[in-house]
């Protein structure tokens, strides 16, 4: 049972490049989140999706956008990359009721110089 | 709006120390969930415990409990006999039942360093 999976798990990117993130989830969760974490910030969160075609601002949202054409992933797109944005993502998905836990992907370290 | 504070930024103990990492929170609402996570040095995010705002008893699960007190909306973790596998930094996050109920928000974290 792979969970939740993110890719890729490291990205290198120049300044105003472009560049995807895949979230998949084998869990049917309704919920998917995007957090970004930063030290001594903790984790922050980007965007979310309470199902499919849906998406919602989290606290951090510029400069992102995210899609979730299908219930089982959930993208996260930089259309113009900052060095701001050199951070650690993380996906994370949970079922659809408020007292259950978000169960976490890998993370992404993602560097853009 | 819902706030979580750690304040405790780092820690260091050496091995066999009892340990434990403060929470606070703020929330509104009556009805709502804490949550620890833990994320070790590999950078995985590991659920620890989930307590709601109805069950104010203590948990123990080994050498880790915790205790929820909402007259001090206070919701502390504790590691008995610390090892160095407990080294890691630690989440507290906070989930209500209001508007915000799809998000789940964090504590800046504590970074727990056992020494031997």
């Known amino acids: 049972n792979a969970g939740v999976t993110q890719t890729p798990k490291f990205r290198v990117l120049k300044t105003g490049q472009s560049m995807t993130l895949l979230c998949a989830q084998d869990?049917?969760?309704?919920?998917m989140y995007w957090y970004r974490q930063d030290p001594g910030m903790g984790l922050r969160l980007i965007h979310y999706?309470?199902?499919?075609?849906?998406?919602a601002k989290g606290e951090v949202p510029d400069g992102y956008n995210v899609s979730r054409l299908k219930k089982q992933n959930f993208l996260l797109g930089l259309e113009s990359a900052a060095p701001s944005q050199t951070s650690v993502y993380f996906c994370?998905?949970?079922?659809?009721?408020?007292?259950?836990?978000?169960?976490f992907g890998n993370g992404t370290r993602l560097t853009v110089t | 709006a819902q706030k979580v504070t750690q304040a405790q930024t780092e820690i260091s103990v050496v091995e066999k120390e009892d340990v434990t990492l403060d929470c606070v929170y703020e929330?509104?609402?009556?009805?709502?969930?804490l949550f620890w996570y833990k994320q070790p040095p590999s950078g995985e995010l590991v659920f620890l415990i989930r307590?709601?705002?109805?069950?104010?008893q203590n948990e123990i699960s080994g050498r880790y409990s915790w205790n929820f007190q909402k007259s001090t909306s206070s919701f502390n973790f504790t590691i008995t006999a610390s090892q160095v596998v407990d080294s890691a930094v630690y989440f507290c996050?906070?989930?209500?039942?209001?508007?915000?109920?799809?998000?789940?928000?964090f504590g800046k974290g504590t970074k727990l360093s056992v020494i031997p």
């Open positions: 994370a998905s949970s079922p659809g009721s408020y007292n259950s836990p978000l169960h």
């Open positions: 869990m049917n969760h309704e919920y």
């Open positions: 999706s309470v199902g499919e075609g849906t998406t």
């Open positions: 929330t509104r609402d009556t009805t709502y969930y």
């Open positions: 307590r709601n705002s109805f069950d104010e």
């Open positions: 996050a906070l989930r209500d039942s209001g508007a915000g109920s799809y998000q789940l928000t």
